[in-house]
């Protein structure tokens, strides 16, 4: 049997050792590599580092992205995108496999940095960051512009310039950086800062954003296709205008964007009004509202005139009653006058043949029944007074003024009839200290002469009756001697 250490003078490897002499050889020789093909079976891992696969039509290699350089990558990695890498080829001596550790990648054309971003604004609008409802409208009158755009170059210049010319406000430029890889980073940290400013703050809060940029090629307008600047701006509380590029320019901003403009310079005309044109349509209405006042005036004045003419003149709704009451008037006086003279004759009649009684009753009769009438009389005249006065007011004026007026005359006149007839009361004089001589039968005593000797009277007092005898002659009048002073002696 022949010895093996003998068989041969090569050194024998431990396993690991022949391993990481490979991992050497291989980071030695390709140290630095450019790769290009296609993505496959690309992971994320929990820890942050990327595994994937780059593959040809004939080939294939594992490749692993590190934490630290996930970020700095200029396309994110995702199944079937052609790309360009740049990084060292190493093993992995665990499972006798070798890797490229990627530092960057970048797409490796035109048709694929198109097909990345037609699955971006897919992803996006599967999301509905493009609906139109999401979309807010643009102020009407701003006060303040927030312009994010480079501070150098024809784009401020053309959106001051037109801002000034339209509509003269605040404007505030935020500078930024609108070409490399930087630029989605300044670009969206501006857009954060826009909307972190606080109303009536030292710096005043826009009223709208203006994100601009001038045209370019693809890749010059690369960075406004970023995913997270197309979030930031769909999730600005502020209204946003997107100006990047021409016209035939589209980027994934404009999609996320509350209005697309197809150059700064209309950007800066759909963010502010035309004050001349506001000027002139404020005049324009302020003379339509004159003259559509100046209408309606007149129509209405004209439709008052009409509906004045089919109305009945005050005069003549007021003529019919005007004339009854002076016919009811005139009767009135004339008839309280002949009812004033009839009363006044049957008193002076009664008042010689009644005694003091009767007529008092009949006085007070009487005085109830003036009272009555007149009450009646007055509460008549209201009722009809007030009955025409709720149409005509002024004929109850003139009533009340004539009623009131023959009232006072009648109250007058029977005052002067009351005092009459206390004139001619056969009472009165007793107050005064008179009194009254009446025979057996009541009749009144008007002479001496009409009384016989020894016939019974009765004298009346004012404060009662005594009776008496007529004696025969009547007694001659003796003067009563005066009392002797006391101081004055007697003659005897």
Not at 117 to 136: H, P
Not at 144 to 155: E, K, L, N
Not at 301 to 308: K, N
Not at 324 to 351: I, W
Request: proline share 5%.
């Amino acid at each position: 049997m022949t010895d093996v250490s003998t068989a041969s003078n090569a050194t024998a490897y431990s396993v690991s050792e022949l391993a990481f002499a490979l991992k050497r050889t291989l980071e030695d020789a390709y140290g630095f590599v450019r790769l290009r093909g296609e993505l496959s079976k690309v992971t994320f891992h929990s820890n942050g580092h990327v595994y994937l696969s780059i593959k040809d039509d004939k080939a294939c290699i594992d490749g692993v992205v590190w934490k630290g350089s996930v970020r700095g990558l200029g396309v994110r990695p995702e199944q079937g995108l052609e790309v360009i890498v740049t990084g060292k080829v190493t093993t992995y001596p665990m499972g006798s496999r070798y890797q490229i550790v990627i530092e960057t990648m970048e797409a490796a054309g035109l048709g694929a940095l198109l097909a990345q971003l037609e699955r971006l604004k897919a992803k996006l609008q599967g999301e509905g960051l493009f609906e139109a409802a999401r979309k807010r409208p643009l102020p009407s009158m701003p006060q303040v512009v927030g312009v994010i755009t480079s501070p150098t170059g024809a784009v401020i210049r053309d959106i001051l310039h037109r801002i000034r010319d339209r509509w003269p406000c605040h404007v505030i430029v935020w500078p930024v950086v609108v070409q490399g890889d930087a630029a989605a980073g300044q670009v969206c940290a501006a857009i954060k800062g826009f909307n972190a400013m606080k109303a009536g703050g030292a710096i005043p809060r826009s009223d709208v954003i203006i994100v601009a940029r001038g045209g370019g090629s693809v890749e010059d307008l690369w960075p406004f296709n970023d995913e997270t600047l197309a979030r930031t701006a769909a999730d600005s509380a502020i209204p946003l205008i997107s100006a990047v590029g021409h016209e035939t320019d589209t980027t994934l901003i404009d999609f996320v964007s509350d209005r697309r403009a197809p150059t700064p310079t209309a950007a800066a005309e759909m963010a502010t009004p035309v004050l001349s044109e506001l000027k002139a349509t404020v005049a324009d209405y302020e003379r339509r509202l004159a003259r559509s006042g100046g209408r309606v005036l007149e129509e209405r004045r004209a439709r008052l005139v009409s509906a004045a003419r089919a109305l009945p003149r005050p005069a003549d709704l007021l003529a019919l009653a005007s004339q009854r009451f002076d016919l009811a008037s005139g009767r009135l006086g004339a008839a309280l006058h002949r009812n004033t003279a009839v009363h006044e004759r049957q008193l002076v009649a009664a008042t010689s043949k009644l005694s003091r009684a009767i007529l008092e009753r009949r006085m007070e009769v009487g005085a109830d029944r003036v009272k009555s009438a007149g009450s009646r009389l007055g509460a008549a005249f209201a009722r009809k007074a007030a009955d025409e006065g709720r149409h005509f007011s002024q004929v109850n004026l003139r009533f009340n003024r004539t009623v009131g007026f023959t009232f006072d005359r009648e109250k007058r006149h029977l005052e002067s009839l009351g005092k009459l007839l206390g004139s001619v009361n056969p009472d009165a004089p007793l107050d005064r200290g008179f009194a009254r001589v009446h025979r057996a039968d009541g009749s009144l005593a008007r002479s001496a002469a009409a009384l016989a000797a020894g016939e019974g009277v009765t004298i009346k007092f004012r404060d009662g009756d005594r009776g008496a005898v007529v004696d025969g002659t009547p007694a001659a009048r003796i003067s009563k001697p005066k009392p002797p002073r006391p101081d004055q002696g007697s003659l005897f």
